[in-house]
């Protein structure tokens, strides 16, 4: 009869527990509603000019992880005093009962000890990391406000938010590490600072030119050398800028090639940037011809002009306009130049203001051709195609 009670109160403790678990869910299931309910009134967006650094809806989801906390404390607590209960109303599971819960009860005792001796330094952890924490989201949405300019500091370009925030993380978190390792547990143990002094050893040494590439592209950042979608050639390479990072620029070539050059080679190297000007003054494409001097140069002026008139990307105003950079023994050179604003489209560009030199010139009888193998030839037939 006495095992029979001992079950029947191991039952209603089970159910107790059960009914437990599930009024505590909707308690607190209840108080996340109603915090969620008052996004908006009394919970509000925390913001600075344009910028919302902590919006209602982040403020309510944090106080809702802490509720789920404590949610989970109680639950922690009301089921280790279901076990204790239990075990203690049936006899051969009493002496387990006292023997877990004494166990539990020294481990929990020596932790805590250990967490009492230790709470003075985990909360100066505690709280630089909090610190921490805040701070890099706040700068994070600072640069976040500059790089979409609804915040204006002056003599700050946009493009110049993210590396910079980047740069800025870094400085926040490598502070905050040095700061933190005298307070960690084991970090005046020479073990501990054995690991640390190899680990830092083998970074420095392999990391070598990633540095170099990494300071290269800090530089070239805040140089403006040029931005994504710039038509650029850097190193030989002719291309249109589609990623720049710390370590490596890429470009796309006008063969659709994708061409990785590190930024300590960028940086090393000339930079001739297309894109710049474009739109304020207009890029200037220019080619060279070599005509004899039988051929009246004004006539060669009025040519090539339209032919740069004749190309589809070229502007009217300001008006293309010739060169003659050298007078030779044989032929004078003459240099086309001309302006567009589509810098992307060079070699189209290129290709079609040739065909136009070639259509105007032949239309009007001069031939393109070496002047040297004009002089020596014997009345044979101009090279001009009939058509």
């Not at 280790?80 to 009493?94: D, G, H, M, R």
């Not at 002056?154 to 800025?168: D, I």
């Not at 050059?261 to 930079?271: C, H, K, T």
């Amino acid at each position: 009869g006495e095992i029979l009670f001992d079950v029947l109160a191991a039952s209603i403790a089970t159910l107790l527990l059960v009914l437990a678990v599930k009024g505590l869910k909707r308690l607190f299931d209840g108080i996340q509603g109603r915090f969620r309910r008052w996004e908006g009134t009394w919970i509000r967006a925390i913001r600075f000019q344009k910028q919302v650094f902590l919006s209602a809806q982040d403020m309510s989801q944090l106080v809702n992880s802490l509720v789920r906390v404590l949610h989970i404390v109680a639950v922690i607590l009301v089921a280790a005093i279901y076990i204790q209960l239990v075990f203690s109303l049936i006899p051969w599971t009493e002496p387990w009962a006292r023997g877990v819960f004494n166990y539990v009860l020294e481990a929990f005792l020596s932790l805590s000890c250990a967490i009492i001796s230790y709470l003075p330094n985990l909360v100066i952890v505690a709280m630089i990391l909090a610190f921490t924490g805040y701070l890099l989201k706040f700068t994070r949405l600072v640069f976040k406000g500059i790089e979409k300019e609804r915040i204006t500091v002056p003599g700050f370009y946009s493009e110049w938010a993210k590396p910079t925030f980047n740069l800025v993380r870094i400085l926040i978190v490598a502070f905050a590490l040095v700061v933190v390792f005298p307070y960690l547990p084991g970090s005046d143990s020479p073990a501990f600072q054995g690991v640390s002094i190899f680990f830092g050893v083998l970074f420095s040494l392999g990391s070598t030119g990633a540095v170099a590439n990494m300071v290269a592209g800090i530089v070239l950042t805040y140089m403006r050398a040029f931005q994504i979608g710039n038509r650029v050639q850097i190193a030989g390479t002719l291309g249109d800028v589609v990623e720049k990072t710390l370590l490596v620029t890429r470009l796309r070539t006008a063969k659709n090639v994708d061409i990785t050059i590190p930024n300590s080679l960028v940086l090393a190297n000339q930079i001739i940037n297309f894109s710049t000007l474009e739109q304020e003054k207009g890029l200037i494409l220019h080619t060279t011809v070599t005509i004899g001097y039988d051929m009246p140069w004004r006539k060669i002026h009025e040519l090539l002009i339209a032919a740069a008139r004749a190309t589809e990307s070229i502007e009217k105003e300001p008006a293309p306009f010739v060169l003659q950079t050298s007078l030779d023994d044989f032929y004078v050179s003459y240099e086309l130049n001309a302006y567009t604003s589509h810098s992307l489209q060079m070699p189209r560009i290129y290709s079609e203001l040739h065909q136009h030199i070639q259509d105007k010139f032949f239309e009007a009888g001069v031939e393109i051709m070496s002047p040297h193998f004009s002089a020596i030839r014997d009345g044979n037939a101009a090279n001009i195609p009939e058509e």
